[in-house]
């Protein structure tokens, strides 16, 4: 299995390669001729501590649980995102949302698996925050797809975007109040027993606004009887908490 996975992982990392040498990128942060993100602009990342809520982020004098995540766990084990949506993040973000760039969305997920790797987390399966199907066609493809695939090759596990289903569309999160965000997106989603019952998961999405989506999410996961659910976003909202 693992061997399946690392020569995928050597065949899709050096055919991206091969097409950046045949037409360079341009720095997603400053333009810069030759890479996915420059040397400076990542340089220039502020990365998200780890001395932070292990549910929502926020910024604590040492990794553990604030008081608002104690009185409302979710259901996932934990969260960490790549940095706050600003800079060259959210350039990448934006730039995903609009096209499916793959050669970026690689960058983009090394910096999400040196995450995971730091945590010394151990899933099974990478699964991505669905986007329904109405939305799915409209856009043509999922981000948080985008980031997982190549985030799954990095990891040498296996991407199950069966594993999560999202039964409808819920209205924009814009203006609500936590509560109501959560009762917004409850019953949103559905996971498949058949392939999570007893398994650890490493949920995917490209930001971490609320998390009243990544809550739900993780909780149709619990129910259909997965073991553990870590969830790992790229950008962080600036304003959430
Ligand atoms: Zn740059
Ligand atoms: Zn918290």
Same mark, same amino acid.
């Given at each position: 299995?693992?061997?399946? *996975?690392?020569?995928?992982?050597?065949? *899709?990392?050096?055919?991206?390669?091969?097409?950046?040498?045949?037409f360079p990128p341009e720095c997603a942060g400053c333009g810069a001729e030759g890479y996915q993100i420059c040397p400076d602009c990542l340089q220039g990342i502020h990365y998200t501590s780890r001395e932070s809520c292990v549910y929502c982020g926020r910024k604590l004098k040492a990794r553990g649980i604030c008081p608002r995540c104690l009185q409302n766990p979710p259901a996932y084990a934990g969260v960490r995102c790549v940095a706050g949506f600003e800079g060259v993040i959210r350039q990448v973000v934006i730039n995903l949302k609009y096209h499916a760039d793959l050669g970026l969305s690689l960058a983009a997920a090394e910096l999400m698996a040196r995450l995971v790797q730091e945590e010394a987390w151990r899933p099974e399966m990478v699964v991505p925050v669905p986007l329904s199907v109405n939305r799915r066609r409209k856009? #043509? *493809?999922?981000?948080?797809?985008?980031?997982?695939f190549p985030l799954s090759l990095y990891?040498?596990?296996?991407?199950?975007?069966?594993?999560?289903?999202?039964?409808?569309?819920?209205?924009?999160?814009? #203006?609500?109040?936590?509560?109501?965000?959560?009762?917004?997106v409850r019953g949103a989603f559905k996971a498949d027993p058949r392939l999570v019952r007893g398994k650890e998961i490493l949920l995917v999405d490209d930001v971490f606004?609320? #998390?009243?989506?990544?809550?739900?999410?993780?909780?149709?996961?619990?129910?259909? #009887?997965c073991a553990k659910v870590q969830v790992v976003t790229l950008a962080k909202a600036l304003n959430s908490q």
């Amino acid at each position: 299995m693992t061997d399946r *996975y690392a020569l995928l992982a050597t065949a *899709y990392t050096s055919f991206w390669r091969g097409v950046d040498w045949v037409f360079p990128p341009e720095c997603a942060g400053c333009g810069a001729e030759g890479y996915q993100i420059c040397p400076d602009c990542l340089q220039g990342i502020h990365y998200t501590s780890r001395e932070s809520c292990v549910y929502c982020g926020r910024k604590l004098k040492a990794r553990g649980i604030c008081p608002r995540c104690l009185q409302n766990p979710p259901a996932y084990a934990g969260v960490r995102c790549v940095a706050g949506f600003e800079g060259v993040i959210r350039q990448v973000v934006i730039n995903l949302k609009y096209h499916a760039d793959l050669g970026l969305s690689l960058a983009a997920a090394e910096l999400m698996a040196r995450l995971v790797q730091e945590e010394a987390w151990r899933p099974e399966m990478v699964v991505p925050v669905p986007l329904s199907v109405n939305r799915r066609r409209k856009r #043509g *493809y999922n981000q948080a797809a985008v980031l997982a695939f190549p985030l799954s090759l990095y990891l040498k596990l296996p991407m199950r975007t069966q594993a999560l289903a999202r039964l409808r569309d819920t209205r924009s999160q814009v #203006g609500l109040n936590s509560q109501e965000r959560q009762d917004n997106v409850r019953g949103a989603f559905k996971a498949d027993p058949r392939l999570v019952r007893g398994k650890e998961i490493l949920l995917v999405d490209d930001v971490f606004t609320t #998390g009243a989506t990544l809550r739900a999410a993780a909780e149709a996961l619990r129910s259909a #009887g997965c073991a553990k659910v870590q969830v790992v976003t790229l950008a962080k909202a600036l304003n959430s908490q």
